[in-house]
Structure formats: structure tokens, C-alpha cells
């Protein structure tokens, strides 16, 4: 292992990262809320989003419609926030519940489908308790337990990463929870370094040409981020602490042929806030007058190159990203205008026909150019959509396409299923209609049939909720003709509260 112990390295220790731990442990401890479980009513469709799942979940006969794919082979993780059958309290904030992996397994003409939630140190001392009693993301309770570190409210609720022979759960702001491939039991956090137990891995690592994986964890009690780079085989090579004195909420980056790309939002976390009881979501101040910062970091020795500046929004997700020869970066986006969307994402909002507040983020373009410190800003096209994924097998290619799922603008409800033409912007669309509630939709490749002109043939394959029937169902749409609708659809018998990411793990 390799660390690169240069001149704000070499300060980080065992002894810091303990203090790290120590100080969020302040943090989360003085920060204490009403409590507010307010939702009310019970239509179909808001029993739909209240859904409670029990601590393992598994169905071996699902109903599937239309046939699957003979070349579909392996298997689908997915995680996402859920809420704990049994327990009497409730979370509003889409991103509070405590992680739920799920495994769709595909043999080429079947599939069946098993799920559990993550036995984190918060799943399993709640457990115990028999209710919710740690503060979360957006949420503290007034008899919240003191935690000592991050990780003991970590919820392992935003990705599932499969790098180096190793099925990681993933959150934002703690450890790496790693799980069994087969049967999804929680192994253990991942400790990368002894100097970086519970030290934040973020939730959206790239995987690059060579098969290492890169990452950041953002530490805002210490103004620090870590900067990450795994091995192919998932042990730590190198790693680089940068001040982050204005620490904003950063839940995306990108990797190109040299750089990796951090955008950094005008959404910053307060100390006086926290120390004034606010949940970690509410310490955070938007600044209107503020830009977003873009740092392009060396990936040899992790510094920072160079910066830009860019007129002030938000992004949650960066669907891709190129690094021309000339050093000019291209990145493509969801793009907010400020960060409303992040302090509104209440699922049991108890209003009627309204599961997500109405957003609109624009797919936009940012030019780079290693000429000047401002970046260009254009639109690709005019869906509103979230969730990009690509072809790509590394995240150093230039994309052709790229997919997403659209917004309903007038119900917030994701409805559609979209693929991009990334050169022309032309959009392809397949709609669901409006009493279905979309997860994200990743693309697969299809290993049987060749590339042809760059064109990678494959598979869109994605969730969603049915809010008549309150089932979840999952299609499979060719990939480049999603208005013919999907292909295949496969039916559980329960309906499952709306997840964040998931990969696809091909069979050997
Ligand atoms: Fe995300």
C-alpha cells in the first residue's frame, strides 16, 4: 500500500481520525429536535409510500409477464432507505430509513427475488429497543441516543457497489458495510487503514479502466475530505486529505482519464447550526450569492489543479464525464437551481397525490476548459430527469448515451423511463404512466451480442411501484427503442418502498 504522505497528509493520523469521530460525536449529540411523525390519511396511494418491511423479505415465484431476456445472467443489487415493520415511529425524509438490500437474480429465463436489511450498529441497537431512537440525516429525536461516531447512526441506505471480490452497502457520511452476495448478510464494515476507521466513503464510487475504484468521503465537523483509491483487488493504495473550509453537501463526483471532478454546491454545513440543535440536514445554509466551486484533482498525487466557477445550483448526480486532450472537461448533469429538492424529500408528506415535491432539473452540459477558471453551461435537452447512468464499463470513456428516469413535473412522481442521445440530445421515452412511482433504471449489457460502431447493445432494467395494485414490478426495456415499452415484466408479490442505486453484477 502506497500512501501519499505529502504535506497535509502527513498530519493525519490515528490520533486525528479518533478526534474525527470524537467531534461527530458532539455534533449529533447536541443536536436535538421535536419529534414529528405527521402523516396522516390513508389512501391506497399513501399506504403505498408508508411501507413497512419486515427484517428479510424473499419470493419465489414472481409473476412475469412477456419473457426475459436468455442472456440476462446475473444478479441486481439495489439498496434504499426503508422504514422497519413492527416499530411505531416514522421518518418523513425520503433519506432517513435504514438500508434494505435487495437481490433480483436473473438466469436467462427466470428470476427470483430476496431482500434484508442491513444489520449496521444502529439496525441492530434499535432492533433491541424495539423502535427508532437515533438521530438520522434529516430527523433528531428529543430523546435521541448519544452517538459516539458516525458510524453508529450509519444506515448503509444509498448504493451497492460490487469492487474487488466485495458487495458493499453504502452510505454517505460512514464506513463501508460489507455484505454476502448470496444470502445478503451484513460481514462487516470495511476498514480501509487503521488511520481511516469510521472515516466517510460516499456512496457514488467510479470504477476506472484499469478496475480500481476511486472515492471521497466528506468529514464538515473536521472541514476535511479524504480522497480515496481502491486497488482492482479492494485494498487501499492511496489516500489525501483536503482542507475543506466551506464543506457543502457533495454526493456525486466524476473520474476522467487523469482528473477526478468534485462539484461543490453553495449548500454548506454550519457548526453554529449543529451546535443549535439542527439535524445534520438542517445545519446546512444554501447561498443564494454564492457559485459552485469545481475542483479537478490529480488523480496521481490526489492535489487539487485546478478550479472553476460556476453560476450558483445543485447537483445530487453527474451522469458523465470526458477529458478531451487539450485537458477540456465536459461533464453532463442534473441540474437544480438551488436546494430546495434536498430539505423537501418527504415521502409521507400525508398530502394526497403527491409522493415527491414537484422539481425540475435540467440535463445540462458543463464545458471546462483548462484555460480559464469560469465553465460553460448548456442544455442537453428539456425532460426533467434524475437518476444518469451510462454504458460505459469505466468512467473514463465518452458516453453516447446515457439513461434516466423522468419527472412528472405536475406530481413529482417519476413516470418515465428515458434514454438520451448525448450527441444530438434527442430523447427516447417510454411512460408508465401516472399512478407509477419509478426507481432508478441502470443499463446492462448484453455479454452475448458484440459492440457495434461503439454502440454497446443491452438492456434498461428498473423498479417501479404500482400505486393501484401497491405492487413493485420490474421491466426490462431494450435499451435503445424504450417507447416499444418493455419487454419483460416481472411482478413481486409486495410492494417495496421506493430505493436509491443499484448495480448489476454479471454472472461468471
Ligand atoms: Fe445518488
Excluded at 69 to 82: D, M
Excluded at 152 to 170: F, K, P, Q, S
Excluded at 453 to 465: E, F
Aim: with cysteine; glycine share 6%.
Amino acid at each position: 500500500m502506497t500512501n501519499i504522505h505529502n504535506n497535509h497528509l502527513s498530519s493525519f493520523s490515528r490520533r486525528d481520525a479518533l478526534a474525527l469521530a470524537g467531534a461527530a460525536s458532539f455534533v449529533f449529540a447536541s443536536a436535538h429536535l421535536g419529534l414529528s411523525s405527521a402523516f396522516a390519511g390513508y389512501s391506497h396511494r399513501q399506504q403505498a409510500l408508508n411501507i413497512r418491511l419486515p427484517d428479510q423479505l424473499a419470493s419465489q415465484n414472481p409473476i412475469i409477464e412477456g419473457k426475459l431476456p436468455a442472456s440476462l445472467r446475473g444478479t441486481y443489487y439495489k439498496n434504499g432507505p426503508a422504514l422497519r415493520q413492527g416499530f411505531s415511529r416514522s421518518y418523513k425524509h425520503w433519506f432517513d430509513g435504514d438500508g434494505f438490500i435487495q437481490a433480483f437474480r436473473f438466469n436467462g429465463s427466470n428470476m427470483q427475488h430476496h431482500g434484508q436489511f442491513v444489520h449496521t450498529e444502529k439496525y441492530n441497537a434499535e432492533n433491541d429497543a424495539g423502535d427508532y431512537f437515533f438521530d438520522t440525516f434529516s430527523h433528531n429525536w428529543v430523546d435521541s441516543a448519544v452517538a459516539r461516531s458516525s458510524d453508529e447512526i450509519n444506515v448503509a441506505n444509498t448504493n451497492i457497489v460490487h469492487h474487488g471480490d466485495r458487495l458493499m452497502a453504502l452510505w454517505e457520511a460512514g464506513s463501508a458495510w460489507q455484505i454476502n452476495q448470496e444470502n445478503l448478510d451484513s460481514i462487516a464494515k470495511v476498514k480501509w487503514h487503521d488511520d481511516l476507521a469510521t472515516a466517510p466513503f460516499s456512496a457514488h464510487p467510479h470504477i476506472d479502466d484499469d478496475g480500481s475504484l476511486w472515492n471521497f468521503g466528506q468529514v464538515p465537523w473536521s472541514q476535511k475530505m479524504i480522497l480515496y483509491h481502491i486497488n482492482p483487488d479492494g485494498r487501499l493504495n492511496k489516500y489525501n486529505l483536503l482542507d475543506m473550509p466551506n464543506t457543502s453537501m457533495i454526493h456525486d463526483f466524476a473520474i476522467t482519464k487523469n482528473f477526478l471532478i468534485l462539484l461543490l454546491p453553495p449548500l454548506t454545513w454550519e457548526l453554529d447550526r449543529a451546535k443549535n440543535n439542527a439535524s445534520f440536514l438542517n445545519a446546512h445554509q444554501w447561498h443564494e450569492d454564492r457559485p459552485v466551486e469545481i475542483l479537478i484533482v490529480d488523480k496521481n498525487d490526489l492535489s487539487v489543479l485546478r478550479r472553476h466557477h460556476i453560476p450558483t445550483a445543485f447537483h445530487f448526480h453527474i451522469g458523465s464525464a470526458f477529458e478531451a486532450d487539450d485537458g477540456t472537461i465536459e461533464l453532463d448533469l442534473c441540474h437544480y437551481k438551488n436546494a430546495d429538492i434536498v430539505f423537501n424529500l418527504h415521502l409521507n408528506k400525508g398530502e394526497k397525490n403527491l409522493a415527491l415535491p414537484p422539481m425540475n432539473p435540467h440535463h445540462n452540459r458543463v464545458t471546462l476548459s483548462p484555460n480559464r477558471n469560469d465553465g460553460k453551461v448548456t442544455r442537453i435537452h428539456n425532460y426533467a430527469n434524475e437518476f444518469p447512468r451510462t454504458a460505459s464499463v469505466a468512467d473514463s470513456h465518452r458516453s453516447q448515451h446515457s439513461w434516466s428516469i423522468g419527472i412528472d413535473t405536475e406530481t413529482g412522481l417519476f413516470r418515465y423511463a428515458l434514454g438520451v442521445n448525448l450527441e444530438t440530445g434527442k430523447v427516447d421515452q417510454y411512460d408508465y404512466g401516472a399512478d407509477c412511482l419509478l426507481e432508478e433504471h441502470i443499463f446492462v449489457a448484453d455479454n452475448d451480442r458484440p459492440t457495434m460502431n461503439g454502440i454497446i447493445p443491452g438492456w434498461l432494467i428498473g423498479l417501479h411501484l404500482d400505486l393501484l395494485d401497491g405492487k413493485t414490478k420490474l421491466a426490462v426495456l431494450d435499451a435503445y427503442d424504450l417507447v416499444a415499452g418493455p419487454q419483460a415484466m416481472v411482478t413481486l408479490p409486495y410492494g417495496l418502498p421506493p430505493g436509491l442505486h443499484g448495480n448489476f453484477v454479471s454472472a461468471a
